[in-house]
């Protein structure tokens, strides 16, 4: 009893009044564009002006453009499954507030404290390389009289300060603190400029392509550079290729924090979320399929590719263009990965499991000022005296476990039979929201053999998704480490390997085909996954594969900041929960019913 007593307020779950679903502290301004903008401001950054040309010369060649696609794809499965949850949950908080629905409130504590490192470091890298991209263009002049006369020798930390990104920080959070409309209007007309940039660059490029550069023999190729053709890397090159595309599509999910803020949250962060979606993927399409055209992948420089394929043709005035572009692109990522984060933090704390301290609202601008304000000062000290190069990692590790969560929830959720006593958030739609019009595509099982005799989820189908979801899960987790740690004894035959392989893939394959033939919640929403346990467990495997790739050292300092995060927790955060207060209150209420009937 003395277990369950310490394990049962981890798993406790946030509960909505129907009456507070749409209630908010904050101002709700943001129209659909406007978040369709963010999420490619965000995300659109230097990715197009870098990722690239890197993953083009050292990993696919021209396939480049196949390993975009396969990134998008990846990643348009986790925007679905975000997209569902903006339909759910309008809520501030993003991966935090959906998995707390759902999951848990400390699998929802873990995921928010990931998201506010993975914020902050992404924040401070979009500075320090804004203030890199500055000091190029005034020839250096600023690293030269750091380094001069304020070099820091200390090995895991930065070789100078960097002033220039701590400043960037500090106005980013003062913008951010007068109110989300102004910092809206800023990202929409830098993203613009941004776009129009890309538009040039690829219309202009196609003027200069030359097919040749997509067939280059393997005896005109320099080694170290694959064997010529389309896929000079292989097949096995675009693939790894596509994993580091993957994180170019990262900063959509900021779009999910703007729950609370969002004029019609239940319509416009899905629709934001897949429209986004498609303009970065034309975009990183049209700026890999330009530069490989125009030049020999090989030569490509990776860390500047769009300037020196220009400079290549004879075309060196358009560098002047790409470099306004590259200022505004990565003004809008440093943008997208602060706005996030003053809303996680000031969902947790709202909730109690962080410091309550900084969920205070100003009454003028209704923004979450002093975490607005804490977050870049935390971002800009991070940006003035680290280098983050090393940390950079820690990004994917956050984002990834997000995702993983998120596409875990849906799942949970498609197959949770009602109970009166869940949340209406969840298990209904609010009419404030909802305007009639529902896209729930079909799932798998529209029709199927029935286990449970029931159009509708009940108590038993749940219990038996609940071990069917258990057992995928830990087959996708099982089969990823096979793939990533045995591929070559698979490839060899060895028959440890072939059977854990054959276990795994069985207990995968089962548990899949038992939860297609389970009834699922046909609530109608503003969007649905299609083709649920499909999708989400792709989604899933997509994500395990691509966290088992991080490096060790990565997975350390994982380590390090969660045992930093559980210490808040289990000190603070356990106590002051607003669901502990809450199951305390029933408790309390039961003991005063039973009190009664024992007099009666």
């Not at 005034?138 to 304020?150: C, N, Q």
């Amino acid at each position: 009893m003395t277990i369950l007593n310490f394990f049962s307020p981890l798993f406790r779950k946030k509960h909505f009044a129907k009456q507070d679903v749409s209630k908010t502290e904050l101002k709700r301004c943001l129209t659909t564009v406007d978040l369709t903008f963010l999420g490619i401001g965000s995300t659109l950054g230097a990715g197009a002006y870098i990722l690239s040309g890197q993953v083009a010369k050292e990993k696919a060649g021209p396939a480049v453009v196949l390993s975009f696609l396969v990134a998008a794809v990846a990643s348009l499965l986790a925007g679905l499954c975000y997209a569902e949850f903006g339909a759910r949950v309008p809520r501030t908080g993003s991966a935090y507030v959906y998995s707390y629905v759902t999951v848990g409130e400390i699998w929802a504590f873990v995921i928010g404290w990931n998201l506010i490192l993975e914020y902050v470091i992404g924040t401070s890298s979009v500075a320090r390389a804004w203030s890199a991209y500055f000091d190029t263009l005034v020839g250096g002049k600023i690293e030269a009289f750091t380094l001069e006369h304020l070099k820091i020798n200390v090995s895991w930390l930065a070789d100078y300060p960097d002033f220039l990104a701590f400043s960037i920080c500090i106005l980013l959070s003062i913008l951010l603190g007068i109110g989300v409309k102004e910092s809206s209007r800023f990202n929409t007309i830098f993203t613009i400029v941004n776009l129009i940039v890309l538009t040039y660059v690829i219309i202009c490029g196609m003027f200069k392509a030359d097919t040749d550069n997509w067939k280059i023999p393997e005896d005109d190729v320099p080694p170290k550079y694959g064997d010529g053709g389309f896929f000079p890397y292989g097949f096995s090159g675009m693939i790894s290729g596509a994993a580091t595309c993957f994180y170019g599509f990262v900063g959509f999910d900021c779009i999910a924090t703007t729950g609370e803020e969002a004029k019609n949250p239940r319509r416009a962060i899905p629709i934001s979320i897949v429209i986004s979606l498609f303009f970065i993927f034309i975009a990183y399409f049209g700026i890999s399929m330009t530069i490989t055209l125009m030049c020999p992948y090989f030569l490509l420089d990776e860390k500047a590719p769009l300037p020196f394929v220009f400079d290549y043709v004879g075309w060196t005035s358009a560098k002047y263009v790409i470099s306004i572009g590259a200022v505004c692109a990565l003004s809008t990522s440093l943008l997208g990965a602060m706005f996030p984060l003053p809303r996680v933090i000031y969902a947790m704390a709202s909730d109690g499991i962080i410091f309550r301290f900084l969920a205070r609202i100003n009454s003028r601008t209704k923004t979450p000022v002093l975490a607005t304000i804490l977050s870049g000062v935390f971002a800009g000290l991070m940006a003035l005296i680290f280098d983050l190069d090393e940390l950079v990692n820690m990004m994917s590790i956050g984002t990834l476990l997000a995702y993983t969560l998120v596409a875990f929830s849906v799942v949970v959720l498609r197959y949770r039979a009602s109970n009166d006593k869940d949340s209406d958030l969840v298990n209904g739609v609010d009419t404030h929201y909802s305007n009639g019009v529902g896209l729930s595509p079909p799932s798998i099982s529209s029709t199927r053999l029935r286990i449970v005799h029931s159009d509708v989820p009940t108590q038993r189908s749940e219990n038996i998704s609940k071990i069917c979801i258990g057992v995928t899960c830990t087959a996708i987790i099982a089969i990823s480490v096979l793939i990533v740690f045995a591929l070559d004894d698979i490839a060899k035959a060895k028959w440890w390997a072939l059977l854990l392989l054959i276990i795994t893939s069985t207990c995968l394959v089962a548990g899949g085909f038992i939860l297609a033939l389970l009834p699922q919640d046909s609530t109608e929403l503003a969007f649905k996954v299609p083709l649920v346990p499909l999708l989400p467990l792709f989604s899933i495997w997509f994500n395990v594969i691509l966290m088992l790739k991080l490096d060790y050292q990565t997975w350390i300092r994982f380590a390090v900041w969660m045992a930093i995060g559980f210490v808040v927790y289990f000190v603070y955060g356990i106590f002051n929960s607003n669901e502990r207060k809450r199951y305390v209150d029933e408790d309390k209420d039961e003991s005063d019913e039973t009190e009664k009937l024992l007099d009666n």
